[in-house]
């Protein structure tokens, strides 16, 4: 489970002079558009994983977030920005204006929520929603647009009233995520003007259950001086798994019915090595080469929470504009001139023998024992490794992560 949300304020009492986008009709190229925007998003995503993990607090921690979540948060603001600062923002996003415009994103955006709402094989929702001051007044194109392709609903909030204020957008998450995500929002801004909030909720059945009987406790090796106690799942079955030796690792696709998988991925020779090569071709090679083959697996059992606060991350990333006095988000509103305060994530990974909740995961680790022929290989994932939650029809990225302490909460 994961939500993202983006706080907007009042600089000055300046007036904004913005002027407003036509957005034409079109609606042929959905999937190809969306496609593509999935391939380019995926890029975000590597690089934002990258990011997170080179933060000095995240190096030796677990990493679990919504590159999807993200990136919808920040598409949506898009719509609202205007000139060098939406420059900024869409080639942040890895979009190139030369390629791809504007409406072909947000048409690829509106696509993207109605084909992960519309499943019925597994519980996945994914949506937006305003929280408006109520002396402020957004331009009603901006309403529309944010409505027609992010679903958004919108919400009057009194700013000046912080704690109810913070109650009111918590409750709305907490609803959304199922009492995943509690308290996305820790402190409120009286200046507040609008938070654009973005959730997405995950739960799925493993097409495979492992059999809670089999569960036991095993020691899992953060590193190479400590160990930590883990309920480590076993099954022995058919499994989609794949060794790429090229960079000495080992693929496990965990299929969810027939729209979500999870893939763990343990590299043989620690989680650095990967983690520095590690790209979407990689991703894209794993996909297509997994193969079926009966194996013994052992994964641990794991339930995570993590917090981010991107606005520092995001201006590593090149997205700078948005934070500052010189941004031109003129689009949002004429009510003077408008600046992000942050940018807060947060997710949570709950897995167990039935299946998973609200997805995202890295790190790996996969241990292969080669025995005399006609035993059955093991796969154990006692090591770091990483996660990833993928749309199978799209190859999209729901969710992705490392583990690298599944005993730390």
């Not at 996945?124 to 992010?150: C, D, H, T, V, W």
Request: proline fraction near 4%; charge should be negative; charged fraction near 25%.
């Amino acid at each position: 489970m994961r939500t993202e949300t983006v706080s907007i304020t009042r600089v000055s009492h300046g007036h904004g002079h913005g002027h407003s986008h036509s957005h034409g009709k079109g609606h042929e190229h959905h999937t190809n558009g969306s496609l593509k925007i999935y391939q380019e998003n995926l890029d975000f995503a590597f690089h934002l994983y990258k990011h997170i993990s080179a933060q000095p607090d995240s190096q030796s921690k677990n990493v679990f977030f919504s590159p999807l979540s993200v990136s919808v948060a920040l598409a949506a603001l898009s719509l609202g920005a205007r000139g060098k600062t939406h420059q900024q923002l869409f080639e942040g996003l890895g979009f190139n204006s030369t390629d791809i415009t504007e409406e072909e994103v947000n048409q690829a955006f509106q696509h993207i929520h109605h084909n992960l709402n519309e499943k019925s094989d597994v519980d996945l929702s994914l949506g937006n929603a305003l929280f408006i001051a109520q002396n402020f007044k957004p331009r009603p194109e901006f309403l529309e647009s944010m409505k027609r392709y992010y679903l958004s609903e919108g919400f009057s909030t009194d700013f000046s009233k912080t704690e109810q204020a913070k109650e009111q957008i918590n409750k709305y998450v907490d609803e959304k995520t199922k009492g995943k995500i509690t308290q996305l929002v820790e402190d409120v801004d009286p200046l507040t003007v609008m938070y654009i909030i973005n959730y997405i909720y995950f739960k799925g059945k493993w097409e495979i259950p492992f059999d809670p009987k089999e569960t036991k406790e095993d020691q899992f090796h953060v590193d190479d001086n400590t160990t930590v106690p883990v309920q480590m799942m076993y099954k022995k079955d058919n499994f989609h798994v794949f060794h790429d030796k090229e960079i000495s690792t080992h693929v496990l696709q965990l299929h969810y019915n027939e729209s979500v998988s999870m893939m763990l991925v343990l590299p043989e020779k620690g989680l650095q090595g990967l983690e520095e090569v590690v790209c979407k071709n990689h991703l894209w090679k794993w996909i297509r080469s997994v193969k079926e083959s009966k194996y013994k697996v052992f994964v641990p059992k794991l339930s995570l929470k993590t917090s981010y606060k991107l606005r520092g991350i995001l201006s590593e990333m090149g997205i700078t504009d948005i934070f500052e006095d010189t941004a031109d988000l003129s689009g949002i509103s004429e009510d003077g001139k408008l600046v992000v305060s942050k940018v807060v994530h947060k997710a949570t990974l709950d897995m167990d023998e039935a299946g998973a909740t609200a997805a995202a995961a890295t790190g790996v680790g996969i241990v292969l024992t080669s025995a005399p022929f006609p035993s059955t290989p093991v796969l154990k994932y006692d090591r770091p490794f990483m996660v990833f939650v993928l749309n199978r029809e799209t190859r999209s990225v729901l969710f992705m992560g490392k583990i690298v302490n599944p005993a730390e909460k």
